[in-house]
């Protein structure tokens, strides 16, 4: 699939543009696929189900290679589709269009893509463990950062440490919150490596999840899915799966880490305008003391606001993967992003849940886990405090 940017008027970014048309027919691609196939199927699993199980999302997945929805932001050289980040951007809006969308878009149908940071990876260490991922001959692979130790700076609070024993690392240490590691192969995990603080002392390593002396435990959350935290007691990691030099680690993940910011504020805007959505037909039909719910105020002024919110934060996602896409420096615009984004849905939401009354807490609607889905989301990809002072910083520079 072809990306460009956006056609733009010379007054951008309050000007008016328009998608390109092979990012719209992507949009309207994956709108279908999420009616026609996967909603369907999500209609048949348990309200608080953490993913499908392998007979349906094998089948589903089969589907969205056919139509082309596969290793999406795989770039080209790599044999992926090769998306910008505005047309990962459009596809994590519409994937996160069902009750499992927050942790589980599309139902995990669009798979095919490693850890961004395999794309630095030697050609051994690619095709041993980044290609069955692409072909579809394995599922996927986690990412350890953070650690009990603090998750809002990792760079700095890393403390699971590896040392160099002739040809192997001898790693020690916890991570937490860890997503998909029950279930991945391996993963890459960020380890100290020099000294404590110092974000250069960061190496990146391959880990499988089998590997000996490595164990993981399932945190109990809000959500209905549940992270991991890893321990690692003496656990034994050749040189050969080091990616990059020593030390690097932290370089190798920062432009990931940035534009994932731009791509974790999409999903929760897809989620909370499928919520609006539940919630004006709702209006429309619900009566209380003689007059339907859509004629009064102070409904009328929370579906308003609402509206009014989701395309502004939708437009700020938009702008920042634009900007991405040309090279640009986002690091500012995906704080921004983050926080508008992440923010702005969970308060839709709940508005959501208060015109709905009393069902919208039931478990037959999607609200309530919407609800907790995205106040993890406030937390996910560094607090809204963290990107608050990240934005400040740069400001007051």
Request: aromatic residues 8%; charged residues 25%.
């Amino acid at each position: 699939m072809r990306q460009s940017a956006p056609a733009m008027t010379e007054d951008y970014p309050t000007g008016a543009w328009e998608l390109p048309d092979e990012l719209r027919m992507l949009r309207e691609t994956v709108a279908r696929f999420m009616v026609d196939e996967v909603r369907p199927l999500e209609d048949s699993l348990p309200h608080d189900s953490a993913g499908a199980p392998a007979e349906i999302l094998g089948p589903l997945q089969d589907k969205a290679r056919s139509i082309g929805l596969w290793a999406l932001q795989t770039p080209r050289a790599f044999g992926g589709a090769g998306l910008g980040v505005l047309g990962q951007v459009l596809v994590a809006e519409e994937a996160a269009k069902c009750r499992m969308g927050a942790y589980f878009p599309a139902l995990g149908a669009f798979g095919g893509n490693p850890p961004s940071v395999m794309f630095q990876a030697g050609p051994e260490q690619f095709e041993r463990y980044a290609r069955p991922i692409i072909d579809g001959r394995m599922g996927r692979a986690f990412t350890a950062i953070s650690e009990p130790s603090g998750g809002s700076d990792p760079a700095r609070a890393i403390r699971c440490r590896a040392e160099l024993r002739g040809d192997h690392y001898i790693v020690n240490g916890t991570k937490m919150w860890t997503t998909h590691a029950g279930t991945a192969d391996w993963g890459v995990v960020y380890v100290r490596t020099g000294e404590q603080g110092k974000r250069g002392g960061i190496t990146c390593l391959i880990v499988e999840a089998n590997a000996p002396g490595l164990t993981k435990k399932p945190i109990g959350v809000l959500t209905s899915y549940s992270p991991y935290e890893l321990h690692f007691d003496n656990v034994s990691i050749p040189v050969s799966n080091r990616i990059g030099a020593e030390g690097e680690g932290f370089s190798l993940a920062d432009d990931f880490l940035v534009k994932a910011r731009i791509l974790y504020g999409a999903g929760p805007i897809g989620i909370a305008q499928m919520a609006l959505g539940l919630a004006i037909d709702w209006a429309k039909q619900r009566e209380t003391f003689g007059a339907k719910l859509a004629d009064r105020q102070a409904i009328q002024w929370k579906i308003a606001n609402s509206e009014i919110e989701l395309r502004a934060a939708r437009l700020l996602i938009y702008q920042a993967a634009w900007k991405a896409d040309l090279g640009q420096d986002v690091r500012v615009d995906a704080s921004i992003c983050k926080v508008y984004s992440t923010e702005t849905a969970f308060r839709v939401v709940d508005r959501c849940v208060q015109i709905l009354g009393g069902l919208g807490l039931a478990k037959e609607m999607p609200l309530e886990r919407w609800f907790r889905d995205l106040r993890v989301k406030l937390l996910g990809e560094g607090a809204s405090e963290i990107q608050r002072m990240v934005i400040a910083r740069q400001l007051l520079r």
